[in-house]
């Protein structure tokens, strides 16, 4: 079962708080998350080396997937950066399609960046080591594992202290769009108003509740004594909560779903949305109540209901400060967008992309 984690306050997209407020990458590049942080940390070029380091470095047509302003964006860095678009899994896996359109898509982004870049270093901007090392640490979570973080900086011939550069121009970049171009957004308090009242459908709110889970996995395919086994070990279970077991306490210690570390918390699950067989039992439960046992194709589960949602309308006094950031980032992002357009235009950029194959 995998209810659906939801704010209180109205969200059609629900990643909206993963953009320009929460890490420096993301904001810079105009997308939501992870990959948008990741993506601007592969910013591009250092400052355009003169013709003998070109010569040097091997900086050939081949070597350079595009030039703003004279200075170059490097292959090696463009393939990095497609890489880590698809958080480690090989392009060669990915569909052509898809692929050709994240080709185009990263280099609009790092063409972007580098004219960021090139505006905000005539600014007097430093960053902290902390801060390259806290982003630093945030994309190479978003990899399976640190070796296959590692494992992609070496096939594209980037070292850790290129990469760690590299972040550190994007968090120059950001400070400087955060104290230049987007400074000044303002959202009132009339326009939160007017956003709540123009906008009921938002504001509706689902029945919902939010609950707890034990699950003990059975693949679909398993066989009877298999089967019969999970079965007895969810009942021994379920026979320990009913005599008193702390929820929570027993989920740690007993549950195979990814929330055990949290004591069985799912979160929110909005009526109409989850597995019927747990829908029913979830929604006529009463909140501390704990479940019989249900069975799922993923296997086995005991749920205990914590809170239970009455639909209706979001309260204006909830939803607004949801309404007030869905907006500044908004606002944030034309601004933005505008900027970065009205460099393209007054820029020197050529693009040398070869086609995905």
Request: proline share 3%; glycine share 4%.
């Given at each position: 079962m995998r209810p659906q984690k939801t704010d209180p306050a109205p969200s059609r997209r629900g990643g909206g708080r993963r953009g320009l407020a929460t890490a420096a990458l993301g904001a810079l590049l105009l997308l939501a998350g992870p990959i948008g942080r990741a993506f601007a940390a592969d910013g591009g070029a250092a400052a355009a080396p003169d013709a003998k380091t070109r010569a040097a470095s091997g900086d050939?047509?081949?070597?350079?997937?595009?030039?703003?302003?004279?200075?170059?964006?490097?292959?090696?860095?463009?393939?990095?950066?497609?890489?880590?678009?698809?958080?480690?899994?090989?392009?060669?896996?990915?569909?052509?399609?898809?692929?050709?359109?994240?080709?185009?898509?990263?280099?609009?982004?790092?063409?972007?960046?580098?004219?960021?870049?090139?505006?905000?270093?005539?600014?007097?901007?430093?960053?902290?080591?902390?801060?390259?090392?806290?982003?630093?640490?945030?994309?190479?979570?978003?990899?399976?594992?640190?070796?296959?973080?590692?494992?992609?900086?070496?096939?594209?011939?980037?070292?850790?202290?290129?990469?760690?550069?590299?972040?550190?121009?994007?968090?120059?970049?950001?400070?400087?769009?955060?104290?230049?171009?987007?400074?000044?957004?303002?959202?009132?308090?009339?326009?939160?108003?007017?956003?709540?009242?123009?906008?009921?459908?938002?504001?509706?709110?689902?029945?919902?509740?939010?609950?707890?889970?034990?699950v003990v996995h059975v693949a679909p395919d398993a066989s009877v004594e298999t089967r019969a086994r999970a079965r007895q070990k969810i009942e021994e279970i379920l026979k320990e909560l009913r005599s008193g077991g702390d929820f929570a306490v027993l989920a740690r210690r007993h549950s195979e779903g990814p929330e055990a570390s949290k004591g069985g918390d799912v979160g929110i699950l909005i009526k109409g949305k989850g597995p019927p067989a747990i829908e029913q039992a979830a929604f006529t439960l009463q909140p501390g109540q704990i479940s019989d046992v249900i069975e799922s194709r993923r296997g086995f589960h005991i749920i205990q209901v914590t809170e239970k949602r009455p639909e209706g309308t979001i309260p204006f006094e909830q939803a607004k400060e949801k309404i007030r950031a869905r907006l500044a980032a908004r606002e944030r992002q034309d601004k933005l967008r505008a900027y970065v357009d009205q460099l393209k235009e007054q820029a020197r950029v050529e693009r040398n992309l070869p086609a995905a194959s």
């Open positions: 050939s047509a081949a070597d350079v997937v595009a030039r703003v302003n004279g200075r170059p964006i490097l292959r090696r860095d463009f393939d990095l950066a497609v890489q880590i678009q698809f958080r480690g899994r090989r392009p060669s896996n990915v569909g052509l399609k898809e692929l050709q359109a994240a080709r185009a898509k990263v280099l609009e982004h790092l063409i972007e960046n580098e004219l960021l870049y090139q505006k905000a270093s005539k600014t007097d901007g430093t960053v902290p080591d902390k801060d390259v090392d806290l982003e630093y640490q945030k994309i190479r979570d978003g990899f399976p594992s640190v070796d296959d973080f590692s494992q992609t900086l070496r096939d594209n011939g980037v070292s850790e202290a290129e990469f760690r550069s590299q972040i550190r121009r994007t968090l120059i970049v950001t400070r400087f769009v955060e104290q230049v171009v987007v400074a000044d957004v303002r959202v009132t308090d009339d326009d939160v108003k007017h956003y709540y009242d123009q906008n009921p459908t938002e504001m509706a709110r689902h029945e919902a509740v939010s609950l707890r889970q034990i």
